[in-house]
């Protein structure tokens, strides 16, 4: 048996060890993919495509995900594996694929007919993906978004605005949410499309965000067409697959930060100890707690979901967890190199790079799902406190 070789019958143990070795024997070629740079999304994406590329060809981004779309079987916990002994060795997890973790669970269970061609495009880096659900007046209370879809011959007609649609500016498909009931029918009245970002009557506008970069955009639709074939899970049914989206965003996407974020800080403590001031190891030991405590939490979450298990509002403690991990190991970073994120200048790409890691983790609470909802499900639901309102 070859020893780098990919196994989806193999142990979690096997599978780390199996990556380590892979990645080893490829150190020259994985060297470009060692460091991020505080550059654009379109740039980062074309320099992280050839390792997403690469994976695939080896097959170890295909552990998981189902033979019928190009995957190797298996369970998708041993990608979860690889992701994080590739951040573990410091190399860049390509960010799109947060986006394939997230959005391909769900085109596999609901669209197995688009899935056959859209998920390997997806996982090889060959399409982008991006999710249209929040609108301008439609956000934590998704339920009453008001882009329409009317039905058209064999299809629909979309008209309506979404916006913080992420990577929507380099995206070529949407899974976009919008409303085939009547206007008062709140979650009844909702569909699932799969939409050509490159249509007719579709126009996305990039934002810029307080990190500097355009990470989300806003989607103008205008009697945009998509073919009957193009709807996800059923008419009228879109709440439910949404709902089932959302456990891989708070989910899966969580498993794949927390190794960022350990390698990040493992990064800091190795290459600038020396600039840390006093009081380094208690600010330092924060960091790792919050992302250990994600850790732990996203290991099991990640078993569950791999086992087809619906979670429920549990999720939403991933979530929650996962935003202060990232504020409190970027918070940890803006101190320990006081005060270089707040006065070095662009020239300084290390500072550079922590500034905007710190301003998107402002976001954090936000993306996903506003955080004080998250704590109201957990309380509400999980705890069974009394509703405040
Ligand atoms: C960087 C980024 C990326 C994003 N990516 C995507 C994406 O790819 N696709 C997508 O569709 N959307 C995306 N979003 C949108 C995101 O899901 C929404 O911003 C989020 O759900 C909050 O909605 P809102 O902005 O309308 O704020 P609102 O819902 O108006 O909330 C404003 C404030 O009110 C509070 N609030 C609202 N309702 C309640 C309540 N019931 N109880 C307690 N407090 C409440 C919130 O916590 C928040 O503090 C992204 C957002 C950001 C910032």
Known sequence: MDVMAPDPHATWDHTAEAARAWMTAHQVDLEPFRHEYPEALDDEYERFRPLQRMLWDDGWNRLGWPVEVGGLGGSPVHRYVVAEELSHAGYVYPHILGAVEIIAPMLNRFAPHLAVD????????????????SEPDAGSDLASLRTKAVPDGDGFRLTGQKMWSSNAHIASWSCLLARTGDADSGYRGLTMFWVDLKAEGVRVVPTLLGNDRCDTSEIFLDEVYVPASHVIGEVGKGWAVVMYLMQFERGAYAW??????????????????????????????????????????????????????????????????????????????????????????????????????????RITTIYGGAIEVQRDLVAERLLGLPRAR
């Open 118 to 133: 859209h998920v390997p495009a997806g996982v090889r880096g060959d399409e982008v993906w991006s999710q249209g659900f």
């Open 256 to 361: 794949c930060r927390q190794a960022d974020m350990h390698s990040l800080l493992t990064e800091l403590v190795q290459d600038h100890a020396d600039e840390f001031g006093p009081g380094a190891d208690g600010v330092l030991g924060d960091a790792y707690l919050a992302v250990l405590a994600l850790r732990a939490q996203a290991r099991d979450t990640i078993g569950e979901l791999a086992l087809g298990n619906d979670l429920g509002p549990a999720i939403s403690i991933d979530k929650v967890l996962m935003s202060a991990a990232e504020q409190t190991m970027t918070e940890a970073a803006r101190r320990l190199l006081y005060p270089r994120l707040e006065l070095a200048g662009p020239a300084d790409e290390y500072a550079e790079l922590w500034r905007r890691r710190w301003a998107y983790s």
